[in-house]
């Protein structure tokens, strides 16, 4: 499916304008004749009020911002198709998951949760994976999360959470962070954070790419079948790239270089014309068995373990076309996890059934008003009718007399549909007991799977979780909290614990670590697959190198889908000794080492060679104390001798037989951790 044949591109485009080559006219649509100068009294007297050009234009102006989302502000967003390739029949019967090669249009928002609108996006942060599928029988939404758990077990406590998380009211510091002391506060008073903050601390939250992120739905949800009946599932999206991330150093770095560093990435994928895929499955369990497990599946802090609830992927997830407008598109898309389609249906997880309320409520204060659904993004592709009418900036016109339910004068239409013609009824599961406000015993436990998930790691994945927590922690002013929060966190592992505490001063904790030896290993990233295909590799280059080699060499890496930077002294051409010319697209003040996932080191001269060298050996070194991949071309040994770097794994010299093949193993691998430098 491309742009001629998504629907919803092709629903989008009465919409879209261009003005290129257009004559000026106001919203009115009368031809403008003057746009600098305001109608005055006299050439230096008072504007007049009658001048509509001038007052239309600044009441436009003054009125051009919305409120950003109230969690989630900073995100960005790009269309593509779900093709069904393995019929998901037997449990559901929504119709995009009937007959394999069905394609529905889907408009996939990735986001970070904490920070406003315009902050950095590679902080450390759960991340937003929303996902519309635009299906020929309406609007199903998945808004999940790039980790399968979350921070609280009832929807009551979430305004609680996000006001610990955001920056604190009376300074408005930090942004976009969660290293301070009332997030920390929160989380040592609220101890059903415990799992998820495991996940927060983990390289999870400082993702690579948006591209390389796996998607949960987070709650349990169910798939019901023609036959009526249900399986409690969970949606897990599964990147064909691999789940990779940045070390947290880079992290921050890249924060300042390109704040923008992930949505750019996705963009230039896409305008490259790069694929960007995953596949989209499900756990399932049988309702007989909904107790048969060591958690409750109603529990959001609770994930199920892939070995023992396998995933079955029945789907994939083609992003493949960037917006025309990020206001008119991103900005003003609206997920709500209740957008459901017959064959998708809730359960009663107490954190759900609360975001069932919450998002159609936030739509109607961001988007002004209850007509969101008829903006272009929002719109299903399938007809809608119905009798709600009127209403701010309503946009359908509505014809007839009749707009009640039920009626003789038109036939008693628009009318229901039962469940044989497709329409929704809810499921019809039994539910009793008192009315209560209080959480279930089995809600309780809530450090065994923060375990699981700690056993889970490697040794490296643990040192940056430790890291994280002693960077986090440290920034806690409050000792109270500091020792809350290491007293809390010992009941998942004594080491963890004993070793933060000794960081942030505070006392050593007394007490034990929940007894759980088992791990999953599906929730290592050391597990993922790995491919070079769009890494990023910078090629610092300067006059007179070998040209053959060069040429030979960036040859294969564009041959295995990497992409390639020539990174020079000044931006235009580089001759090589060899008469071959490469053209600079990056300078080396324009771009830096923690941008690119490797360097390859051709050096050469310049203009002002010292300097050269000398932001060359900054490279090197900044790369290298990365864990990244180096190449090093015959010509780029001298400098690379004057770097801290050593020779050892992930450094492949030129004069290796195999230099391209080796260098592109090396690429493949992204991280070499047994380098011996002190940042982990
Ligand atoms: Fe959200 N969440 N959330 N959330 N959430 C919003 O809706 C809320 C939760 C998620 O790109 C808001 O339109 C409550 C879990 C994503 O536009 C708001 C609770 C998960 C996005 C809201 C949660 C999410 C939002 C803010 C606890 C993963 C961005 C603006 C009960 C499964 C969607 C908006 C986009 C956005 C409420 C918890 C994912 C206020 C009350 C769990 C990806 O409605």
Redo the contacts with the bound molecule.
């Keep these: 499916m491309d742009e001629t044949t998504n629907r919803k591109i092709q629903q989008l485009k009465p919409y879209t304008v261009n003005n290129y080559g257009k004559k000026m006219t106001t919203n009115q649509g009368v031809k403008v004749s003057d746009d600098e100068n305001s109608l005055k009294a006299g050439v230096r007297g008072p504007t007049l009020i009658e001048d509509f050009h001038f007052r239309e234009k600044m009441t436009h102006f003054d009125h051009e911002r919305i409120p950003e989302?109230?969690?989630?502000?900073r995100?960005f967003?790009a269309h593509g198709e779900f093709e069904l390739y393995h019929s998901m029949k037997e449990f559901t019967r929504a119709a995009f998951l009937q007959e394999p090669g069905t394609k529905t249009p889907v408009f996939i928002?990735?986001?970070t949760?904490a920070g406003s609108k315009g902050s950095a996006e590679t902080v450390r942060d759960?991340?937003?994976?929303?996902v519309k599928f635009y299906t020929e029988e309406g609007n199903f939404d998945l808004?999940?999360?790039n980790?399968p758990v979350?921070?609280?077990q009832?929807?009551?406590?979430?305004?609680d959470?996000?006001h610990a998380v955001k920056p604190e009211p009376h300074n408005e510091i930090p942004q976009a962070s969660s290293a301070h002391d009332t997030l920390w506060d929160f989380v040592a008073t609220n101890q059903e954070t415990a799992h998820m903050m495991m996940w927060l601390m983990s390289d999870r939250a400082i993702p690579r790419s948006f591209r390389m992120m796996e998607g949960?739905?987070?709650?349990t949800f169910r798939f019901v079948n023609e036959a009526g009946q249900a399986k409690f599932i969970k949606f897990h999206i599964k990147p064909r790239l691999g789940v990779h991330s940045l070390i947290w150093e880079e992290a921050q770095m890249i924060a300042g270089e390109d704040p923008d560093f992930h949505r750019r990435d996705l963009w230039e994928t896409i305008e490259h014309g790069n694929v960007v895929e995953y596949d989209l499955g499900v756990q399932m369990i049988d309702e007989k068995d909904e107790f048969m497990f060591d958690f409750d599946i109603l529990d959001?802090t609770k994930l199920w373990p892939e070995e023992i609830v396998p995933v079955r992927l029945f789907g994939k997830i083609t992003l493949n076309q960037n917006v025309e407008n990020v206001f008119a598109e991103?900005e003003q898309?609206?997920?709500?996890?209740g957008n459901v389609v017959p064959g998708i249906d809730f359960t009663n997880d107490?954190?759900?059934?609360?975001?069932l309320?919450?998002?159609?409520?936030?739509?109607l204060l961001?988007l002004g008003g209850p007509n969101f659904t008829e903006i272009p993004i929002n719109r299903p592709i399938c007809p809608f009718h119905n009798n709600q009418r009127d209403g701010f900036s309503r946009q359908r016109i509505d014809k007839g007399q009749v707009s009640y339910h039920k009626n003789s004068l038109a036939n008693n239409t628009p009318s229901t549909s039962t469940w044989k013609e497709g329409g929704f009824v809810h499921y019809a599961e039994k539910v009793e007991g008192r009315v209560i406000q209080a959480r279930s015993e089995s809600f309780k436990d809530h450090f065994s799977q923060a375990r699981l998930f700690w056993n889970s790691m490697t040794p490296v994945e643990k040192q940056h979780i430790m890291n994280a927590f002693i960077f986090e922690v440290s920034k806690v002013q409050s000792k109270s909290v500091r020792q809350q929060v290491v007293d809390m966190f010992v009941h998942v592992d004594k080491e963890l614990a004993t070793t933060l505490a000794d960081a942030v001063g505070v006392n050593r904790p007394t007490g034990e670590q929940v007894n759980v030896t088992a791990s999953s290993p599906a929730l290592s990233q050391e597990n993922t697959p790995k491919y070079p295909y769009t890494l990023k590799v910078g090629v610092l280059i300067g006059e007179g190198f070998n040209g053959s080699e060069v040429k030979s060499v960036v040859n294969s890496l564009l041959d295995a889908g990497v992409t390639v930077d020539i990174v020079g002294e000044k931006l235009g051409t580089l001759t090589g000794a060899d008469g071959i010319q490469v053209v600079v697209n990056q300078s080396l003040v324009s771009t830096a080492p923690s941008l690119f996932d490797s360097l390859y080191i051709v050096g050469g001269k310049a203009d002002n060679q010292k300097k050269f060298e000398s932001q060359l050996i900054n490279y090197i070194n900044v790369a290298y104390s990365q864990y990244k991949p180096i190449g090093v071309a015959s010509t780029g040994m001298p400098i690379f001798s004057k770097s801290d770097a050593k020779p050892g794994p992930g450094i492949v010299f030129a004069t290796e037989n195999d230099f391209a093949e080796d260098y592109i193993q090396a690429i493949t691998q992204q991280r070499f951790w047994d380098r011996n430098i002190y940042i982990t």
């Design positions: 989302r109230v969690v989630h502000a995100g967003a928002r990735f986001s949760v759960v991340r937003g994976f929303a808004v999940g999360n980790i979350f921070f609280i009832d929807a009551i406590k979430f305004p959470f996000v949960f739905g987070v709650h959001a991103t898309v609206a997920y709500h996890p107490p954190l759900l059934q609360g975001r309320f919450s998002y159609l409520d936030t739509q961001r």
